[in-house]
């Protein structure tokens, strides 16, 4: 049964592709209240109540990718494409520093603008500006030699969904320049250098089935990620899947609790996207099992032009303080923001 099946995961930490199809398929409100009170014990032993904030800096919205699902793709001539300069982006960080920020997501498009030096510099000069701080990178598919180069400059962690571990369905979602393999070969190559890997997908994309989910299952089983992002799959009017059904919360609030069962110190966030689909989306995503939120640190005025989809949340000038709404947000439900660079912590004998 499910229930078994929720046990069995959350004592060994792996399931076969059938009993992960099984699973999925056959799940009820029942078994879904039993997962997260499953997830809520482990995500306590290892976090309390506390939850990690992430402050991400969205630096440059051009593109060389034209993946379906994505409205910052570059064939989309109504996306209004900026760049920050350095000098803003370090203005986004001294003001993330003073709000209680520990961790700054640099993340953009593929944006062959910025040559290997110019990420390195950009790390260096945020690091030396904040030793305290990590910094992660989020900047898409590069070669072995300028992942090590960045690592080396002192990037800490690297965030690069593999969007589906399902061949086929990969296809479906992304043109002929893409390929899994090559994904999955980056992020194998960002494990070996030594960053804190973050892999991930969205929750029903076109295509995607209780199999292809179960590829992606196995995929982190096999990867150990130390962080997995996970959030809706919601249309943008300007991308080729505009007539799209939505992911929804309910599944997207169920494979976070699978998550925190099959890694319970995985570093898993309550994305954007969650709380775009559903007004309380992020704190219904921490009362599943997450335990990170990644609030907005962008300037404001270019906040609307990184629109991945439709209707994404803290883009308005109600979101200049994103931190204050979001620690309100976690008090609701009984947990708090806390002042930590929030590190993976690896266990022994999971
Ligand atoms: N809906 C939800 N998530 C999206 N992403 C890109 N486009 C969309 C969309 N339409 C996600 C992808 C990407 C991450 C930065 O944002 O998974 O890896
Ligand atoms: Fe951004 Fe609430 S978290 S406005």
């Known amino acids: 049964t499910v229930h078994e099946l929720i046990d069995k995961l959350n004592k060994e930490h792996a399931l076969k592709k059938e009993e992960w199809v099984f699973l999925l398929g056959h799940r009820t409100e029942e078994d879904a209240e039993y997962l997260f009170s499953c997830a809520r014990k482990q995500q306590q032993k290892y976090f309390g109540n506390c939850v990690y904030t992430r402050g991400l800096i969205e630096f440059t919205n051009i593109c060389r990718n034209d993946c379906y699902y994505c409205g910052i793709r570059k064939s989309n001539p109504n996306a209004e494409r900026y760049r920050l300069t350095t000098e803003q982006i370090l203005s986004c960080a001294k003001s993330g520093y003073e709000l209680g920020f520990r961790t700054f997501v640099l993340q953009g498009g593929e944006d062959l603008a910025y040559k290997d030096e110019d990420i390195v510099c950009l790390v260096r000069t945020i690091k030396e500006a904040y030793p305290d701080c990590a910094v992660t990178l989020s900047i898409g598919e590069k070669s072995y030699e300028s992942y ?44 070996e250098i030594g960053y804190q890997v973050g892999c991930g997908f ?5 295509g995607q089935t209780y199999e292809t989910l179960a590829e992606d299952m196995l995929f982190i089983t096999k990867v150990q990620p130390q962080m997995v992002g996970i959030g809706p799959f919601i249309p943008h009017h300007d991308t080729p899947f505009r007539e799209e059904q939505a992911g929804t919360l309910e599944l997207t609030l169920f494979l976070l609790g699978l998550l925190r069962l099959l890694i319970p110190n995985l570093l898993l966030p309550a994305t954007t996207a969650l709380g775009t689909i559903a007004p309380t989306g992020r704190e219904q995503g921490i009362l599943a099992g997450a335990n990170v939120v990644m609030p907005n640190l962008s300037p404001v005025g270019v906040r609307k032009k990184y629109e991945l989809y439709d209707n994404k949340i803290c883009t308005g000038d109600e979101a200049a303080e994103c931190r204050g709404c ?25």
């Open 202 to 206: 969205m929750v029903g994309s076109p």
């Open 148 to 191: 090590q180069k960045y690592f080396d400059a002192g990037a800490d962690r690297y965030l690069l969904r593999h969007e589906t571990a399902d061949e086929v369905h990969y296809r479906k979602l992304h043109p002929a320049e893409l390929s899994l393999e090559h994904r999955k070969q980056c992020l194998y190559d960002l494990k």
């Open 326 to 350: 979001l620690n309100r947000r976690m008090e609701s439900i009984g947990y708090e923001l806390v002042v930590d660079r929030g590190d993976f912590v690896p266990v022994s004998g999971l």
